[in-house]
């Protein structure tokens, strides 16, 4: 087996064994990476010299008998985690010129535990997108492509693309990303690999670029759910940076990948039914519930009444978050400036060269939906919303301990397509964006194919803070969906 086919579970024990070393694991990907990234720009930045002498570090360690969780382990990083000393540019031409002197905390973690990183991927501008095509660097090719055409490049997802671009094609044995209404598990169920979203406060946001304060979410990739146990277990962890981190002891999620379903009561969330809905993705949800019945679990219909607002009040409430966050761009403190006549002109000047299309949409959003007139209307009134979906969640996980649904309502698209609606753009995130207006966690396992060859994912949610539920239930539907198909696009292939 090539090295870059490995799990993490696998190259943590082949490293121990000493079958191979960090350095030439490390090697081998970033081979990969020159082979394969410039068909897939799934990397901004590649990081060879630092990712080599990391990996010499870590077979010192390795010989020296100094083990860590993650120990010569190569990863990418979202070009949206602050990384000390390699620039951050979030996706966005005003951060250009932007190398962070501080390391963020879910990425310290990383270091801390001995991983390797690589560099650091593509992504939608700021993370606002579904399909990685409003990065200021280049739309991100999905390693998949239809049976029919195989020349039509498809889309990898968003807003964290790059990473599951680079982790489906084997340039990468994880990564991390950001999930604030859906940017790691729809582009997990568009490349074919597992994407994580803990609870709200799991993982530290500091020296994360901020999106939408409350609704951000760290999250791990990998290929199986396992790994991305493994990756949690590194990332998460109580910070005093993030007023939000929360104070609450990491278990091990690993273990939780291991223990069986027998027993559980998961719920079919009845609203979640949506008219118009691909057949294949009906077929595959009715066959993972069915998978987990045979495994013992017990299925139960559910509502979750007020899910029908969730993209709606999510569409208020992130512009109006990234309006307040992006106002600290002004061509004065941080990244991109254009001179300008007065202050005022330089302030305008910057904004204007600096941002995306879609950014400007955002701030033209959030800072309506926030002004004298409007924030009783609008913003308020979402933010009641909210706490009516955070009720439906809390009432539904009394009686049951975890929820199956799709992941997205269609498999990956054409780069290109969607583009000139917006609104059918925002209707990726459907079943996604609950999870983050309530925080609990959730997960996007592969589970089949459609009828063009492209991956689809089952999305897993469990209660706030019970993570453990959501890999034991991720991994059995896992085990049973037996997904074993790889992308065209791959190294080794
Ligand atoms: N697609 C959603 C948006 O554009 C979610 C993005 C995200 O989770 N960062 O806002």
Redo the contacts with the bound molecule.
């Keep these: 087996m090539t090295l870059t086919e490995l799990t993490i579970a696998s190259a943590r024990q082949g490293l121990r064994e000493k079958q191979f070393s960090a350095r030439e694991l490390t090697e081998a990907h970033l081979a990969a990476i020159d082979a394969l990234n410039p068909r897939l720009n799934a990397y901004v930045t590649v990081t060879a010299e630092r990712a080599l002498a990391q990996a010499d570090a870590a077979d010192a360690a390795l010989a020296a008998g100094k083990l860590a969780p993650l120990t010569g382990i190569p990863l990418a990083i979202k070009d949206v985690f602050c990384t000390e000393g390699v620039r951050t540019a979030a996706g966005s031409h005003i951060l250009e010129p932007f190398v962070p002197p501080y390391e963020s905390t879910v990425s310290a973690n990383l270091l801390r535990d001995g991983a390797i990183f690589l560099g650091k991927t593509n992504m ?1 501008e700021f ?4 399909s990685n095509m409003t990065s200021a660097y280049g739309p991100v090719a999905n390693p998949w492509t239809r049976r029919q055409d195989n020349a039509a490049l498809l889309v990898p997802g ?2 964290s693309g790059g990473s599951a671009s680079a982790v489906a094609a084997r340039i990468a044995m994880g990564a991390t990303g ?6 790691i598990r ?1 582009p997990a169920s568009f490349c074919g690999i597992v994407g994580m979203k803990p609870t709200y406060g799991r993982c530290s946001r500091w020296g994360v670029v901020a ?1 939408a304060s409350s609704l951000d979410h760290p999250g791990p990739f990998g290929r199986t759910v396992e790994d991305c146990a493994i990756l949690l277990g590194s990332m998460a962890g109580h910070d005093p940076k993030d007023s939000t981190s929360a104070d609450v002891p990491v278990p091990d999620f690993a273990a939780a990948c291991r223990r069986g379903v027998k027993g559980l009561r998961i719920g079919v969330p009845r609203e979640y039914r949506m008219d118009g809905m691909p057949e294949d993705i009906e077929r595959l949800w009715r066959q993972g519930l069915d998978w987990l019945r045979d495994a013992g679990a017990e299925i139960v219909d559910v509502s979750l009444p007020h899910t029908k607002y969730g993209l709606t009040t999510y569409y208020i409430v ?1 512009p109006a978050e990234a309006s307040s966050n992006l106002a600290r761009y002004d061509g004065v403190r941080f990244g991109l400036r254009e001179d300008g006549a007065d202050l005022r002109d330089l302030y305008e000047r910057t904004r204007a060269a600096g941002f995306g299309a879609e950014v400007r949409r955002r701030v033209l959003i959030g800072t309506y939906v926030l002004s004298a007139g409007y924030y009783d209307a609008y913003y308020l009134r979402a933010q009641k919303v909210r706490a009516l979906i955070l009720r439906d969640f809390t009432e539904v996980f009394v009686h049951v301990d975890a929820l199956v649904t799709p992941t997205a309502p269609s498999a990956a698209f054409a780069q290109g397509e969607n583009m000139d609606d917006p609104i059918k753009m ?1 209707l ?2 459907v079943f996604t964006v609950p999870a ?1 207006m309530s925080g609990v966690p959730g997960i996007s396992v592969p589970a089949g194919l459609d009828a063009n060859g492209l991956p689809l994912g089952l999305q897993v949610l469990a209660k706030p803070f019970d993570e453990e539920t959501v890999f034991t239930v991720g991994a059995a539907l896992e085990r049973t969906a037996q997904f074993h198909a790889s992308p065209q696009i791959r190294a080794g292939a």
């Design positions: 939608d993370a606002m997108g579904s968003g807003s950001t999930d604030t209404g859906g940017s729809q999106f992130a925002y990726n995130d983050n």
